[in-house]
């Protein structure tokens, strides 16, 4: 089954931009999750139900790892859940090398960690920023 998550950091903010992204990924308002909450953990309602539906072979897609979160460590940990423990699937539409279907040999996991890394570190930076 396939899952779209979306977030914006507060109730006035928009999400229709991630909605047609996830909608164009061929996602159905039933299998999208959206909190409007802060990225700074991942103590959100619907991202908790989301992590409890997602079984092995599920794949979550997301339009950009910020909207995942804005805390380094914790995306780090939440990817590692999700593809690791839960042994799903994770597919970042904004950056096509963070699609985890893909790329399973050493050089795709090495590339997909870094960038995993560098943008997990440019979320974070741009909430302390904000």
């Not at 928009?14 to 164009?24: F, K």
């Not at 040999?105 to 570190?121: N, P, R």
Request: overall charge positive.
């Amino acid at each position: 089954m396939e899952y779209g998550y979306a977030r914006v950091s507060t109730k006035e903010q928009n999400e229709e931009r991630q909605l047609i992204a996830l909608r164009a990924a061929g996602l159905h308002n039933h299998q999208i999750f959206l909190d409007k909450q802060s990225g700074k953990d991942f103590n959100r309602c619907q991202y908790q139900r989301l992590l409890r539906r997602l079984k092995r072979g599920d794949t979550l897609i997301i339009k950009s790892i910020d909207r995942l979160g804005r805390n380094y460590h914790e995306i780090l940990e939440q990817w590692r859940i999700i593809t690791a423990e839960k042994q799903a699937a994770i597919v970042v539409l904004d950056m096509p090398l963070l699609d985890t279907r893909r790329g399973k040999d050493l050089m795709g996991t090495f590339l997909g960690d870094i960038v995993l890394q560098v943008l997990s570190f440019v979320a974070e930076n741009e909430r302390t920023n904000i």
